[in-house]
Every structure is written in C-alpha cells, then in structure tokens.
C-alpha cells in the first residue's frame, strides 16, 4: 500500500514559478519510477513527466520540456516537479502516481493556476 500527497499548488502569473511535491508513505520511494499528471478542466489526464526507478532517467512531454525538472529526494521519500516559465495553458490539477507490485497508486492531485 502506497499513500502519495501532493502540495505546492497555488495562483501564479505567467512566467512564474512553483515547486510541487510528491510524499509518499507506507513505502520507500526510491525504487519505484513516479509520474506526475495533469488535468486541465474539460480534458483528459495527460502525461506530464516521468523519473525512472533509480532516478537517472527523466521524460517530459514536449509542452513541458525546457520548462519543467522532475527529481527526487530519497531521504525525504519525495519526488517533485519544479516549474518555470509558467504559462496559463499549464492550468490543471496535477497528480502524481506510481506503479507498485502491478497496481496504480494516485495522489489526491494539487491545484496549479496562472494567470495571465
């Protein structure tokens, strides 16, 4: 059993930045690839960016790339996502996930909106 949170959402104009976080309890973390999501209101959950299991490996989808860092902090068993240049169409819930033992484990998601 897997139980992730998510924290750091909030208001901010374009250009800005935010920082979220992914804790995860009742397992460690660090040998689990994690996947952060979005969901803007209207569409479906998309893909945002991914850190492999042992943290050498990230990917981003191409609406993100250059402007987001996915990383981890196994001491802290979290992940984060740090995001720059923000842009009003980055308007969505963002939830994190991991796979454990062949089941899907999901935050409650963190609301992020910018304005323009």
């Known amino acids: 059993q897997v139980h992730l949170v998510e924290s750091g959402g909030g208001l901010v104009q374009a250009g800005g930045s935010l920082r979220l976080s992914c804790a995860a309890s009742?397992?460690?973390?660090?040998?689990?690839?994690v996947d952060w999501f979005r969901q803007a209101p209207g569409k479906e959950r998309e893909f945002v960016a991914r850190?492999?299991?042992?943290?050498?490996?990230?990917y981003y989808a191409d609406s993100v790339k250059g402007r987001f860092t996915i990383s981890r902090d196994n001491a802290k068993n979290t992940v984060y996502l740090q995001m720059n240049s923000l842009r009003p169409e980055d308007t969505a819930v963002y939830y994190c996930?991991?796979?454990?033992?062949?089941?899907?484990?999901w935050g409650q998601g963190t609301q992020v909106t910018v304005s323009s």
């Open positions: 996930k991991t796979v454990v033992g062949g089941y899907d484990y």
């Open positions: 009742g397992r460690t973390f660090s040998t689990y690839a």
């Open positions: 850190l492999n299991w042992s943290g050498a490996s990230t």
